[in-house]
């Protein structure tokens, strides 16, 4: 097995968290990379669903070490949840000690930002992300090692006037153009004190899984161990390749396992693909089905954000997206989940290309925004997927649904979801 990398090869919400919550059980270490308290992984194992943010979904594993890495943005209300989750299931974490910490500021500023962006609002979580990443690469973040001393945290928030820069959002907070009571804070974001009380209030859970992650993946590499990296969001909302402004602010693909822990080979690098992709927040969507069959599909899908609970926008399968993601991430596989869902539908297509566009055009938001997707009418089937086990017990036109995404994106499609189960995959 050795680095194994798992991405969403659309806009999020692909499926990855079961995905990698199957393949975490031949993993020695599972280790998750980027994003933050935006992402939601729902795994189902047995009779219990669980929402997963922030730890990687091995801790649902006994035995194993779950790493969150130096690329995360963490929240701690969420973090020591999962930590309490992760003890239950008796499975270790690691988190980096240069791990950036989302203060409550940066949820603040989330929401202003949202609110002064009007009609062009990214449609962000809320949950702090792109200020917590701004922070990050301005050198000046509050780190979960910072969480050892009170002394620590208040050097960072008081060094070079932070407080003091955060007044320009808040003043617009004070000139009611957002209320207070809009923002989803603790504390009072521009109180000093409370932000250290809080933010210390959860040390003494957290400080105890601190260490050097870096060091840890790369020893297990060394000994021929197992790691699985888990990716958050998807490439469709990478902040370099996906469809800027309406992206995330990390990095989604292999470069993002790459950039944080210096790992550059890989064993596996695998796409998940939703059999129809959805999409939160604003931003292009070619392939949307704005009328009664994207409603459809969010019924039948369950398609409601995991973190945010807004519904997911809807569309049929995006091939010319599906390749652009394949070429800028590393992808070598594809797994496809949810084609259970297509089960029964009346009008069945698939967009192969866009109209006059060149299939190596990058996809930047103008260009999907112009997109004209050319779609191809795919045979439906009737048959129930939810038993199938093996690829041949597929009905035909379930196989060639599959076989056209791999001819179409020249890859193989190695695993496909039948069920939210974890045994309902079927890997070929
Ligand atoms: P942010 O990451 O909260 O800044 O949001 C930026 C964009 O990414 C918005 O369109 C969000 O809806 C989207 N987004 C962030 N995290 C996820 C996710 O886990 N699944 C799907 N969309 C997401």
């Known amino acids: 097995m050795g680095a194994i990398v798992i991405l969403g090869a659309q806009f999020g919400d692909e499926g990855k968290g079961k995905i990698s919550d199957v393949l975490a059980k031949d993993a020695h270490v599972v280790a998750r990379f980027q994003g933050g308290g935006n992402a939601g992984h729902t795994l189902v194992i047995g009779d219990r669903t669980i929402a997963l ?9 006994e035995d194993k070490m779950n790493i969150v890495g130096p690329g995360v943005v963490c929240d701690l209300e ?3 949840q999962e930590l309490a989750l992760a003890r239950e299931f008796g499975s270790r974490v690691l988190l ?9 500021i940066h949820r603040m500023m989330d929401a202003v930002r949202e609110v002064a962006l009007g009609a062009r609002a990214i449609g962000s ?6 200020p917590a990443y701004s922070d990050f690469w301005l050198r000046r973040s509050v780190t979960l090692g910072d969480l050892r001393s009170a002394d620590s945290v208040r050097a960072v928030l008081t060094r070079g006037r932070y407080m003091e820069e955060m007044f320009g959002a808040w003043s617009l907070v004070r000139g009611e153009q957002i209320r207070i009571e809009q923002v989803d804070v603790r504390v009072h974001p521009m109180h000093l004190d409370d932000t250290i009380d809080l933010l210390m209030s959860f040390a003494d859970r957290v400080v105890p899984h601190i260490g050097d992650t870096r060091a840890c993946v790369h020893r ?5 161990k197992n790691v699985l990296f888990e990716g958050a969001q998807g490439v469709m909302l990478d902040a370099y390749h996906g469809s800027r402004p309406f992206v995330t602010s990390s990095l989604c693909t292999s470069a993002g ?15 998940v693909a939703k059999a129809y992709p959805t999409r939160v927040g604003a931003g292009p969507f070619p392939t949307e089905l704005q009328d009664e069959r994207g409603e459809e599909l969010r019924r039948r899908g369950h398609e409601f954000g995991t973190t ?3 519904p997911r926008r809807c569309g049929y399968l995006d091939l010319p997206a599906l390749r652009q993601a394949r070429r800028v991430s590393g992808i070598e596989e594809f797994v496809i989940t949810k084609l259970d869902i297509l089960t029964d539908l009346e009008d069945l297509f698939v967009c192969d290309h866009y109209i006059d566009v060149d299939d190596y055009t ?3 938001c103008s260009v999907l925004e112009n997109a004209k997707p050319h779609l191809l009418r795919m045979p439906g089937w009737n048959e129930d997927l939810s038993n199938c086990r093996h690829y041949k017990e597929l009905p035909a036109a379930a196989r060639a649904y599959i076989e056209l995404i791999e001819k179409q994106t020249g890859t193989v499609v190695s695993g496909i979801g039948v069920g939210a189960e974890r045994n309902q995959i079927l890997w070929r």
């Not at 922030?54 to 649902?60: A, D, Q, W």
Request: charged content about 15%; some cysteine.
């Open 125 to 130: 979580t809320k949950r702090g992300i792109g």
């Open 53 to 61: 943010h922030l730890l990687p979904s091995g801790i649902c594993h």
């Open 308 to 310: 945010t609970g807004r």
């Open 362 to 364: 990058t996809l930047t």
């Open 96 to 104: 980096d000690e240069q791990t950036p910490i989302v203060l409550p």
């Open 220 to 224: 297990a590499l060394d000994d021929g």
């Open 78 to 80: 969420v973090l020591v």
């Open 257 to 271: 396992v790459s950039a944080t822990f210096g790992v550059h080979t890989f064993d596996r690098v695998i796409g």
